[in-house]
């Protein structure tokens, strides 16, 4: 078997590994394997100097630093994976050592930002159509569903990967939580407040049924879902709070990644454990949810002050 499709298929099965993690893995090591190519080896004989001189080849495109430590992550994991398999007997990428850089803080936005984002969508998207007395029932549905995917993203901090595939049945409106499938297939709970509640359960009796009719034969079985019926992409999303950002008057882009990032750190200033924090954004290790403590360092600071033994001396 190929050994590069017998790694991704470990990944998929052993690691429960995401379509989007999988494509990530496959370009970067395809990309390595034609520079190997022109040196007349493959990925099983490569050595250490053809992966330096690769990174050489990157550096002389002035790739980002991040992007040259993301294609070295995938070529050791590729290795360690050829080594357990007993494919090779040297791991070439041992001594291979990962651009150093800063890490990036999570951006989150500030509570004037977000009160004129869920004020466009309170008021409603802006979606231009005919006119007709049909479209108009159509544009109302899909701001009623844009007015409850917002308020649930930033009230829940969920991704946006999670948000567009939760299934109808996993969201349970009378109890206030919802069931998402975070990364590696990891399932988790998350509750969100009664405004949410109620902004959903306008959504799923009054606007989805109109987005269904628009193909009777579609049966979708995702909650959120667009005109027609069918589900929604990461990108269609990620569209729609473009047009929301340009409602609110925004000069900056507005990522989706960043309501989740304003909801930890609100969470975190709010007084919220770092544990109970990372159980709700589905973080698989504490060192990643630490991030949020370099955001807020005046509130840890007074945290410090009023709960340390020895804060006020």
């Given amino acids: 078997m190929n050994d590069l499709k017998f790694f991704l298929d470990h990944l998929r099965v052993s690691k429960n590994s995401s379509i989007h993690t999988l494509s990530a893995y496959e370009r970067d090591l395809k990309q390595f394997e034609v520079v190997l190519i022109s040196r007349k080896k493959n990925l099983v004989s490569a050595s250490e100097n053809d992966i330096q001189a690769y990174l050489k080849d990157l550096r002389s495109k002035e790739q980002k630093t991040t992007s040259i430590a993301r294609k070295i992550s995938a070529i050791r994991q590729f290795y360690k994976f050829l080594i357990q398999e007993n494919r090779i007997e040297e791991d070439p990428s041992l001594f291979i050592e990962s651009p150093s850089a800063s890490k990036k803080l999570p951006k989150a936005i500030s509570?004037?930002?977000?009160?004129?984002i869920l004020a466009v969508v309170d008021q409603g998207s802006q979606y231009l159509m005919d006119g007709s007395e049909k479209d108009e029932i159509k544009i109302q549905a899909l701001r009623l569903r844009d007015r409850a995917m917002v308020y649930f993203l930033y009230a829940t901090g969920v991704r946006v990967s999670e948000l567009i595939n939760i299934p109808l049945q996993h969201m349970d409106l009378e109890a206030g939580y919802a069931r998402v499938m975070g990364k590696r297939k990891k399932e988790r709970v998350v509750p969100f407040v009664p405004i949410v509640t109620k902004y959903l359960n306008e959504y799923?009796?009054?606007?989805?049924?109109?987005?269904?009719?628009?193909?009777?034969?579609?049966?979708?079985?995702?909650?959120?879902?667009?005109?027609?019926?069918?589900g929604l992409t990461r990108q269609g999303f990620w569209k729609t709070l473009k047009k929301i950002a340009i409602a609110a008057g925004l000069t900056e882009s507005l990522h989706p990644?960043?309501?989740?990032?304003?909801?930890?750190?609100?969470?975190?200033?709010?007084?919220?454990?770092?544990?109970?924090?990372?159980?709700?954004?589905?973080?698989?290790?504490?060192?990643?949810t630490q991030i949020y403590t370099?955001?807020?360092?005046?509130?840890?600071?007074?945290?410090?002050?009023?709960?340390?033994?020895?804060?006020?001396?």
Avoid at 219 to 227: A, M, R, V
Avoid at 265 to 272: A, V
Avoid at 299 to 309: A, D, E, F, R, T
């Fill in 111 to 116: 509570p004037e930002i977000i009160e004129k």
């Fill in 204 to 230: 799923l009796e009054t606007a989805r049924p109109h987005l269904l009719a628009a193909n009777p034969n579609q049966n979708c079985e995702t909650f959120f879902i667009g005109l027609g019926g069918e």
């Fill in 257 to 288: 990644h960043m309501l989740r990032h304003t909801f930890a750190t609100d969470l975190l200033k709010s007084g919220m454990d770092l544990r109970s924090l990372q159980m709700l954004l589905g973080h698989a290790d504490m060192q990643t």
């Fill in 294 to 313: 370099h955001i807020a360092p005046d509130h840890l600071q007074n945290v410090i002050k009023k709960y340390h033994p020895r804060g006020g001396k």
